[in-house]
């Protein structure tokens, strides 16, 4: 692999990535924990409990959000755990991304004003999916621009590092299909986007080991 | 207790504990401040002073909101204290521990909002204890798995995880007894939840020291 | 000074502090950032730049909010690079140090509202000062009790410790006197204030420096 | 350069700059996410995909701004880089830079809010320039005083340091014009400004090897 630039400029901008890292941390914090201001109190009634039964799309939307903001922290958590030093530019390739992760909560709160007509729910649905497509999408991107400028950690094998490359690179064929579905039936979209958020939040072969081991002791 | 999943499988998945504390850092700080934006401001009136302390139960819960984070945060502090590494599956049961953190100011806001109706109070009591249940709940979930899986740091003697473990398990009896009290009476478990949260939060000990300590000297 | 407690009960609860650090960078960056949404845009007019300028009491209450949040940080840091260890009970202390921090943007918002009428100023200019003096009594209550407890670091000399000791204590004194001025006078405690503020967070000697160190070059 | 101020003095006040980074990071993740905020969903109507192209400005206000914190954040990453210890002057110096970031999303509002009315647009093209404006002097002023107080780590060649000064240095006069134009033509300004946002935020060499490297393989 060829480097452009002389070595002796790169060593001066090669940086601890403990500030990228914060950084991230705090964006993916914040645009997990904003959309709670969505979720509004409906004033006191006599069916006041039908009322906040009624805002559901508002919940599974908040749901929805946390769970792909966590999926996304998790990606990019074992990116920078391999990484062993950034550069001006991988420090920039985050910043899209994470630009990425901070407008999240927009087509979040669309997907949830628009449950209830199918015309606008096409265009949430497919805004959002979009979205989605950009966080996967420059993810992979941060990692191939950290393999391929040999910024991640010496001590990894090769094999480890093609283990994580195939974990991450987006399944972008199946977004766009899943994009071209919520074109067709909104309301199918929704529900692979929950599927697939319940799928990674929840972590089923954990709850499956507890109960394992709780029946036995 | 049996491993499951082949060594070498667990050794690429082991992570640093520090971006999960990150994380949990940045969704605790900003879920128990979160909140003041509810504190309004009454327009100016001859009577504003009597407004601002007509306005108590939305500081009622703003205080016990508080508490309630400062206690998860202390137990989530204590635990990761021990942890020595992470795998994939904490970082996930650590995130769900996170979502039911960061909507916790939703019931608060309920708790403020149904303060002077019987019926709606009861649903906000119900729904605010059920989420403190799955607060403690899943920080005790945490600890399980981590000593399961021997995520714990070595030098930590086998009494140290026992004394954790029975600090840290939900006393789930009690919790579900105040639920149960808040179904029939919502009042008498508003200032149940009120007497925990002041209980964790005001170190009566350090206190008592401290002016011990001050009429010696 | 006597120690409460056998020794090997308060060796499992010592802790690192990063996380009571986290937690608390977190609080003071949100705190003093929220109240940016108060700043609201007027609508679109031919005397727009006047009821900009009109706006003013509310950029100096935001003003006078974020030097006053940055002092108390300032202090905070000093106190942690001080720290070794941590207990529960200096976490819980702390805990009480953040909730006050976190409620500050609440009476921050009644001093930029209550600006045009004297009576309601009176109590805006009240809550704030009390909440300063929490704010700062609490940020000392931290310190004698580390310094109390052995949990600073034992490099640092008697003297260095008598130095902060005398630096962090509250004036109390200093504080009720300017509440007792805004019982009588709230525009000249807002004053006082803001001078309080802008004393801290300008750093007058860096600037004298840098000038002077200008015009020899 | 002669410090003032007696060298044991010094010693106490030298200060980790770990709590100075976090409290940074907090405060430039939040002011880079609280505008989402402001990103409305308009109510279902027939139109409603053309309602949300219209609100054009309010995105492109968000981006530029988001590039904009970006950006600064870049620069205060290097700095703290280079930094090995910290002192109460360099603490408060960086409070006054990020009490400019922190209030940043003030002006960015106004340039959404103000884009029809060439007036008010003048207005908040000249308030927004000025806080950049401040940002990167006061990013500079940071540097100028960590070079001249000798906090810079020791390692640093002075070739190092006078490479990053000529970077961090703001170009003032180029400001200065930008400001000026923005008296006369507001929307160039702006174009301006999303310009220079974009050219920061993209990192064009890092895809041109991207892409080269791709169609190589």
């Known amino acids: 692999m060829s480097d452009a630039?002389?070595?002796d400029r790169r060593r001066v901008l090669s940086l601890r990535t403990s500030r990228m890292?914060?950084?991230?941390?705090?964006i993916f914090a914040i645009a997990s924990t904003l959309l709670v201001l969505d979720l509004a109190v409906p004033a006191v009634q006599p069916d006041v409990a039908q009322r906040l039964v009624d805002?559901?799309?508002i919940y599974l939307a908040y749901l929805v959000s946390f769970a792909t903001i966590g999926q996304?922290?998790?990606?990019?958590?074992v990116i920078t755990e391999y990484l062993d030093r950034a550069?001006?530019?991988l420090l920039r390739l985050n910043l899209v991304l994470l630009f990425f992760v901070s407008v999240l909560p927009?087509?979040?709160h669309m997907l949830a004003a628009y449950f209830s007509s199918e015309n606008a729910e096409r265009i949430a649905v497919t805004v959002y999916g979009l979205n989605l497509l950009a966080i996967n999408g420059f993810t992979s991107?941060?990692?191939h621009y950290a393999v391929g400028e040999h910024l991640v950690s010496q001590d990894r094998s090769d094999a480890d590092l093609r283990a994580l490359t195939s974990k991450l690179d987006p399944s972008l064929i199946s977004y766009a299909v899943v994009i071209g579905i919520g074109l067709v039936v909104p309301k199918i979209a929704v529900a692979?986007?929950?599927l697939i958020a319940l799928f990674v939040i929840i972590p089923f072969r954990a709850v499956a080991r507890l109960v394992r081991r709780g029946t036995r002791s």
Chains 1, 2, 3, 4 share one sequence.
């Open 55 to 57: 805002q559901w799309p």
């Open 141 to 143: 991107v941060l990692w």
């Open 87 to 89: 550069d001006s530019i």
């Open 21 to 26: 890292e914060a950084l991230s941390d705090g």
């Open 106 to 108: 927009f087509p979040t």
């Open 5 to 7: 630039g002389p070595p």
């Open 72 to 77: 996304a922290w998790l990606g990019h958590s």
């Open 192 to 194: 692979l986007y929950l």
